[in-house]
């Protein structure tokens, strides 16, 4: 059982920067590779970033690929989303989950979620 926290959220201009935290119960975490996901209002859910289980692959949506980073600290169980040059297009709630098999983009692949925290950017 892995139980996920998000924070991190705000409101923030056009071309501003964010980073989000995402804090994880269990001795397990360093097993699990991590995503980011986020779902803007009237939208479906969609995928942002992952990372593996040690921190050294990691793999970006187009979206956001060259503006956001994801990284972790294992010995901290806490996995950051960074996000510079932020558009208005990237406000959504964003959540964090965590997938007990190798990396991936897909949704149904993780295990374990967390409730989200808001990112709003004004233009």
């Known amino acids: 059982q892995v139980q996920l926290v998000e924070s991190g959220g705000g409101l923030v201009q056009a071309g501003g920067s964010l980073r989000l935290s995402c804090a994880a119960s269990?001795?397990?975490?360093?097993?699990?590779?991590m995503g980011w996901f986020r779902q803007a209002p009237g939208k479906e859910r969609e995928f942002v970033a992952a990372?593996?289980?040690?921190?050294?692959?990691?793999y970006y949506a187009d979206s956001v690929k060259g503006r956001f980073t994801v990284s972790r600290d294992n010995a901290k169980n806490t996995v950051y989303l960074q996000m510079n040059s932020l558009k208005p297009e990237d406000t959504a709630v964003y959540s964090c989950?965590?997938?007990?098999?190798?990396?991936?983009?897909?949704?149904?692949?993780?295990?374990?979620w967390g409730q989200g925290t808001q990112v709003t950017v004004s233009s």
């Open positions: 989950a965590a997938a007990p098999v190798i990396m991936t983009r897909t949704e149904g692949s993780y295990a374990y």
């Open positions: 990372i593996n289980w040690s921190g050294s692959t990691t």
């Open positions: 269990g001795r397990t975490f360093s097993s699990y590779a």
